[in-house]
């Protein structure tokens, strides 16, 4: 139950035996991540044809009403769904009308082009929504049907999405639509349908009548042109359904209007009824039983053929074929609307090119000047930019070069990860620290010549400034041409289970105990069985079906777009719940298949602290250190690094990187950014590990397979560790192009035709045959390039992080005080708790205190010692139940009208609660005022009282003589209030029984009483 790792299948076992290799992107990921593959047809789905012999008569049909699950708990299957079935069905087009949103119709055109089906793009907008409607069993509001007229109306389209979504007034959940705003933006360029239930005729008919819903429709047809509004007929076999279409139908005579025919569809097959119920209900945080009253009588939102349809609306003629007609008319392909960057401001008398050649001559000046290479970075420079130029790229170069200036002139520390430091004009321009050159880099790797979309350029921001650099992109380029990509949040395992088991009325908390016996890992399906539940089967049965749906949008961790024109002509923009925060509707991989250019601007939580570190010894030490200067070869860090001692280290403080340390002995630069690439999943996988120590050590005797391969390898004695190598090989081997080279970086690096990859190979071959390498030996370096291309570590990225691990190893061993106080400020991050990182700056030498009234900060600092180095105090908003702005508060106030006198003084001048007085006492940081804790626990409930308007002393706060706290009970108190105990460690207390259990072990004493028993006493 959450311990246990599933079974390994027999096929994952018998691939990994026959040297075969894992799934994955194997971009520039420290390894590699999984992520949405590219839509393949279901082998069951027949290829389309229309050639049928003459025996079947197909009526034509358009779908024009259809929601999958991107309406987010209503729609019941997966916009591929829905086109695979109007496939089978062979509708004419589909349209997807997801409510407030295009969310979906990335993964509808994707499956749609694959399949051959035409699409149509439209969405029900939701006016009158006095709230988000999650809760409600059935939303309030009015809904608004709209279709784009190819692709200008899915711009006004996109356009007045988002004008509802960042109303001034609007929230995430709740869009605010103006009747006559939407209807000036996209009149004329979209068709507007009448609506099922919640359309406002239909709604009007039931509600008040005929001449109610003649009022509404002549109000459509004010507003959009008569030529653009039909009226909706749908039958979902109701008792009144019939009824209700007559009226309509009367309607459109009299105004003048056509019909249409749809099945406001819900997801694509009837079987899938009970689940839409399902989603109703979690929708409406309900049992389904309890949503029963609301619930559909019947499961007939799904869709139909042209002749069911034509059954189901013959009393209609002519309505089902003209949804065909309005179908094929709207019809168009989502990649019509290609986005380009937004123009960058140059100064006079400059364009994008040749003001980023100016910036990159004299960025290059000033860091390749006097350098052995310097020569040989002039001529890459020039092939760089002028393959940047050719590709039209500079335009993109300024954009990541100005924010990372932004930071740079705003004191925020910034750094390029990933291929971009395989480029010297990156190197130039400052976005990366790498010099490409002096590691003999391969550009390739980063920008290919024949490449058919913008580089990928990562930046690492420190963390806790991040915001303000995705600010300044907002302020910049505006709300409408920038916003942050979102993160579509799905069902996995365990909320499926949760969700389930609410949906079917099963208390809270067996909710949870349900969800808690399932592997948080892995696909449900998968891992079910491996388990030990009483997880009853309909809940099972139904979160299976829940699995991968859409749950709800959040932010992704980095990535913003731009656009030259406004994004939200391209993708609907909204508000994010975090404050100041718009995301596009659209994933990262959605995105991608657009077109839209993402730029990751990623928090570190190294950098911050790194900064903290920087500024602690400046301010109490009077020393700058500058991370671009730092001695890369300083033999005392790499001797720290040997020992092992490397806790709070950057990426080489887990127990398997303190383990290789000591045998891999780094004793330059290059073998930290090996440290950095070997223990990871791949290469550990892949056979690299083992020998690639022995040969550090010189214990094995290796040579290359062939002279060829010796450009590529000689770096890591023989054993490729990077993806670069791979790309190196095909150029030396077989006399690949760059572009080639890349093709098949990516080729082998995921799923991708096997004509391709045939074609590749034999086109390595044919080159290897020409540089005299025979068959065999080429169809050898072939295979393994194959297998390690799924593992390979980027080399640029090995580098830039290489960098932050000698940086950071920099602070531990000259500064150890400073180092601690920078990491505990920058907690949450790491390997280690804070209880850990206190323990080793103590064997370090230095000394920790713990939060005090009068003297902490909220965070972590230095303050002057009696040792080598400064005493580190930690903050109080460590303190349980006090936090950053409570902290704040108290240091404010202390700064403003002097130091606490006493307790009371405290609770008189910050109002505090009683846990939050007790929590301080108990933390220890009263001991400024005399007595010990237990005495100021005694009065934290009667100080508590205290309030400025209230006359001083009225409160007793004098506590009897209490015995003190002995160490034990001290530890403990810092443990439960701060999470720290700053001059002890647990095991201290126990230390003589555990010695003792040693002894009794060493003589065969059966010792697990014992050391149960030893427990049981300290705690």
Known sequence: MGWNNPPVRWKDLARTLAGGVPPGDHGDSPAWGRRRETYRRPDDLPARSSDDGGEAVRVPYAELHCHSNFS??????????????????????????????????????????????????????????????????????????????????????????????????????????????????????????????????????????????????????????????????????????????????????????????????????????????????????????????????AGTA?????????????????????????????????????????????????????????????????????????????????????????????????????????CRENDILC???????????????????????????????????????????????????REEAIQYVFRKHGRLRTAQVANVITYRARSAVRDAAKALGYSPGQQDAWSKQIDRWGSLRSTEKDHDHDIPDDVVQLAFALEDFPRHLGIHSGGMVMCREPVSQVVPVEWARMADRSVIQWEKEDCAAAGLVKFDLLGLGMLSALHYMIDLVAEHKGEHVDLAELDLADEKIYDMLCRA???????????????????????????????????????IQGGSVHPYIRRKQGREEWSYDHPLLEKALHKTKGVPLFQEQMMQIALDVANFTAAEADQLRHAMGSKRSDRKMDRLRERFLAGAAANGVDAELAQKIFLKLKAFANFGFPESHALSFAHLVFSSAYFKYYHPDAFLAGLLRAQPMGFYSPQSLVADARRHGVTVHGPDINRSLPHATLEAGTGKFHDVRTGLSTVRRIGEDVAKRIVAEREANGAYSDMADVARRVRLTTPQIEALATAGAFAGFGGDRRQALWTAGAVAGERPEKLPGLVGAQAPVLPGMDGLDIAAADVWATGVSPDSYPTEFIRDRLDDSASSRRAGWPTSKTARACWSAAR
């Open 72 to 297: 987010f708990l209503d729609g019941a299957s997966h916009p591929e769904e829905l086109v695979e079935e109007a496939a089978r069905l062979q509708l004419d087009a589909i349209a997807l009308t997801d409510h407030d949103g295009m969310y979906g119709v990335v993964r509808f055109a994707e499956a749609a082009r694959e399949l051959g089906v035409n699409t149509v793009f439209g969405t029900e907008l939701s006016f009158g929504l006095a709230t988000p409607q999650n809760g409600v069993a059935d939303p309030e509001g009015e809904h608004l049907l709209l279709l784009a007229r190819g692709d200008q109306g899915y711009r006004a389209l996109c356009r007045a999405i988002t004008a509802g979504q960042i109303h001034e007034k609007a929230e995430k959940g709740r869009p605010i639509y103006d009747l006559g705003a939407v209807a000036e933006e996209v009149a004329g360029q979209c068709v507007v349908l009448t609506g099922c239930r919640k359309g406002a005729v239909r709604s009007a008919l039931v509600t008040h009548g005929p001449a109610a819903a003649a009022e509404q429709l002549e109000i459509l047809v004010d507003r959009f042109g008569h030529d653009n509004v039909y009226v909706e007929l749908t039958d979902h076999r109701q008792p009144l359904d019939s009824t209700h279409n007559d009226l309509l139908t009367q309607l459109a005579e009299d105004f003048g209007l056509p019909t249409v025919a749809t099945t406001a569809a819900h997801y694509a097959r009837p079987e899938r009824a009970p689940l839409a119920d399902a989603l109703a209900a979690i929708r409406a945080r309900r049992g389904i039983d309890e949503l029963e009253g609301w619930l559909p009588a």
């Open 302 to 406: 799904f869709l139909r053929s042209g002749a069911e349809m034509d059954v189901l609306f013959r009393r209609y003629p002519g309505a089902v074929r003209r949804s065909a007609l309005l179908g094929m008319e709207c019809a168009f392909p989502l990649k019509l609307i290609a986005p380009e960057l937004p123009p960058f401001d140059v100064p006079d008398g400059h364009t994008e090119t040749t003001y980023l050649r100016e910036l990159t001559w004299e960025g290059a000046k000033e860091r390749f000047k006097g350098k052995p290479h310097e020569e040989k970075a002039a001529e890459q420079i020039k092939h760089e930019l002028a393959i940047i130029e050719e590709l039209g790229f500079p335009g993109y170069f300024l954009i990541v070069w100005d924010i990372v200036r932004f």
């Open 415 to 465: 750094q390029g990860r990933g291929s971009a430091a395989n480029s010297a004009v990156c190197y130039a321009l400052g976005i990366t620290k790498v010099d490409s050159i002096a590691y003999e880099l391969l550009f390739e790797r980063f920008l290919a010549p024949d490449r058919d979309g913008y580089p990928d350029i990562d930046l690492d921001i420190e963390s806790d400034r």
């Open 645 to 683: 001692d490397a806790i709070g280290v950057f990426q080489v403080e887990s127990r398997a990187q303190l383990a290789t340390l000591p045998r891999l002995k780094p004793t330059e630069f290059y073998d930290l950014a090996v440290e950095v690439a070997l223990i990871r999943p791949g290469p």
